[in-house]
């Protein structure tokens, strides 16, 4: 026996055997795989076996930039042609501002008596957004928007209005943005769907909630000393069927979802430096 060459038919003899186990992993591996896509019931069908509803999902895919926002220092003049008003400007920012004889709004209900009344008597007053209202306190708070996409819960761009009980308000705090350019280039980001689906997939949607319109905007991603960078962030209201409802918001870069209790944490810690500072 030449075992030389017997030795090279068992060494051919063996990678075909190794090809060929290795040809009926490979498909027994896709057929498994295609088995689980067949299997695996869509958002849709998920979402509509527990009843939970969305509407005003947009069109198309975004294509969006990450932001860069200064900081904006206000001066005396920036104020200047604002009459009626008293105003403290506390490192740059409207710290408190009362005027000497309140303004009544029309209807506190009504979403654009509080626009009219931004655009008239607020610097740059139609650059903010209505985000909620509390009539126990007499508050409502504004958010600074850039291209119509709002910037969310960030303290370095909002107004916080006040009024009293004859529905005249009294003054407000004020801080913003005067200038916000993009960041980098403009990349595709998640879906709302997908937004929708990382929320659902982390047990946050209840059967038998409403989602509707969610938005995209954007949240802080590294906030820094007089520049901060933002992050394209989607923002989804859900309506809970006892009648209660929560926000959401998820990085719409890497699908995180925000931590909405260090956003309250964030708040009280300001509020208890101002009352520190009264």
């Given at each position: 026996?030449?075992w030389?060459?017997?030795k090279t038919?068992f060494i051919?003899?063996?990678s075909?055997?190794n090809a060929f186990l ?5 498909n027994?591996?896709?057929?498994d795989?295609d088995?689980e896509?067949?299997?695996?019931a869509?958002l849709?069908?998920?979402?509509e ?5 969305v509407?005003g999902?947009?069109?198309?895919n975004e294509?969006i930039s990450?932001?860069?926002g200064?900081?904006k220092?206000f ?10 008003q ?7 920012s409207?710290?408190?501002?009362k005027?000497e004889k309140p303004?009544?709004l029309?209807?506190?209900?009504d979403a654009t ?7 008239k ?7 903010y957004?209505l985000w909620?209202i509390?009539?126990?306190k007499?508050e409502?708070?504004f958010f600074?928007?850039?291209d119509?996409?709002v910037?969310?819960f960030?303290?370095?761009?909002r107004v916080?209005l ?8 009294t003054?407000?705090?004020q801080t913003?943005?005067e ?5 980098g280039e403009?990349?595709?980001?998640f879906?709302?769907s997908?937004?929708?689906k ?14 509707n319109?969610p938005q ?10 007089e520049?901060?960078?933002l992050?394209?962030?989607w923002?989804i209201r ?8 929560a926000d959401y ?10 931590d ?13 430096k ?5």
């Open positions: 026996m030449d030389s060459k017997t038919i051919i003899v063996f075909l055997l290795y040809s009926l992993y490979v027994r591996y896709n057929e795989q088995v896509k067949v299997g695996e869509s849709e069908e998920r979402l076996d527990e009843n939970i509803t509407k999902l947009p069109a198309k294509k990450y932001m860069s200064q900081i220092r001066k005396p003049t920036d104020l200047k042609k604002m009459g009626n008293h105003y403290d400007i506390t490192n740059g409207i710290r408190t501002l005027f303004i009544a029309r209807n506190i209900n008596s509080f626009a009219e009344f931004m655009q008597y607020v610097y740059a007053g139609e650059t957004t909620s509390d009539e126990e007499r409502a708070t600074q928007q850039i119509n996409r910037i969310y960030n303290k370095n761009a916080t006040h009024w009293n009980k004859d529905l005249a308000v003054g407000y705090e913003m943005f200038s916000l350019d993009a960041f403009k990349s595709t980001v879906t709302a997908e937004a929708i990382v929320l659902y997939e982390k047990g946050l949607l209840k059967q038998d909630s409403k989602i319109k995209l905007g954007y949240y802080t991603f590294a906030p820094l000393i520049t901060q960078v992050a394209p962030t923002h859900v309506e809970f069927a006892e009648g209660d409802e918001f998820v990085n719409a870069v890497d699908g995180q979802v925000i909405m209790q260090a956003i309250e944490n964030d708040k009280k810690l300001d509020r208890n101002e009352l520190e500072s009264e």
